[in-house]
């Protein structure tokens, strides 16, 4: 498949498949399928050949498969093993403050507190971010995400409150700095900045969205939310009576066959 012309002449195709290689995993597992089917369906008149055949392959497929696992355990527990290397990134992909290999991310799967592993690590791609779609596959892209959002949102206090809104708090030493936030807007974000609406319109943003906003001298508050579309609303109440009416007539249906 010529995947670089379909994304060179169809830039929004390339943006909805992002990572095509990603589609040869069903071939591989339909490809081990196949190969059974077909040799099901061919069979030897030989039966050595017949009864052999299959053991034959079931060997050669676990020899593969524990070499393969094998190769894999002494890459992740060896120290020397990059963070970027363990996860299958690039260097540049990846950003961590104080993790360098992937030996020292190992513990924090297995925390109790998850959030420590959002916390230290950073893969800086810029999926969801407002860029140009010519450009979001680029790497100055990924670097200005890195330096934008990687690098700078852990300074800042996030609270999830509960009527599923988010506050950014930080503090600054100067007044109506015009400071850069780590935060995108899209167009039916609501930003309130130290209680004063702000019209996302109208805000200044760098080349991956991230927004410059004018703090004032102490603690700063801004609290994101987000207005779905009607006919988002729509959708979702339809999907809810959807799927409400079939557990309905599944249920009556199951019931009317049990009293007969």
Do not use: C
Request: aromatic content about 10%; charged content about 20%; glycine content about 6%.
């Amino acid at each position: 498949m010529p995947w670089h012309l379909l994304e060179t002449n169809y830039p929004g195709l390339r943006s909805f498949l992002q990572m095509p290689r990603r589609i040869s995993l069903t071939g591989y597992a339909l490809t081990i399928v196949v190969v059974g089917k077909v040799f099901m369906e061919v069979r030897p008149d030989n039966n050595v050949v017949r009864h052999l055949t299959p053991v034959i392959l079931a060997v050669v497929s676990v020899l593969l498969l524990t070499q393969k696992v094998a190769n894999n355990v002494y890459y992740v527990q060896n120290e020397k093993t990059p963070l970027y290397a363990g996860l299958q990134a690039t260097p540049r992909n990846v950003y961590s403050p104080d993790i360098h290999t992937f030996v020292q991310l190992q513990p924090l799967f297995h925390d109790g507190d998850m959030g420590k592993l959002i916390y230290h690590v950073d893969r800086t791609t810029p999926d969801y971010v407002p860029v140009d779609s010519t450009t979001e596959t680029h790497q100055p892209t990924y670097d200005a995400y890195m330096n934008s959002f990687s690098k700078q949102w852990r300074p800042y206090q996030h609270i999830v409150n509960g009527d599923g809104t988010m506050t950014l708090q930080w503090k600054s030493n100067v007044a109506n700095k015009k400071r850069l936030i780590p935060v995108v807007a899209y167009e039916r974000t609501k930003l309130v900045l130290n209680g004063r609406s702000l019209n996302v319109n109208r805000l200044k943003r760098n080349t991956v969205g991230a927004l410059y906003v004018a703090d004032r001298r102490g603690v700063n508050r801004l609290v994101l939310s987000y207005s779905p579309a009607t006919i988002t609303k729509l959708g979702m109440y339809l999907s809810i009576m959807g799927w409400g009416l079939t557990v309905a007539v599944i249920t009556f249906i199951f019931l009317k066959k049990y009293d007969r």
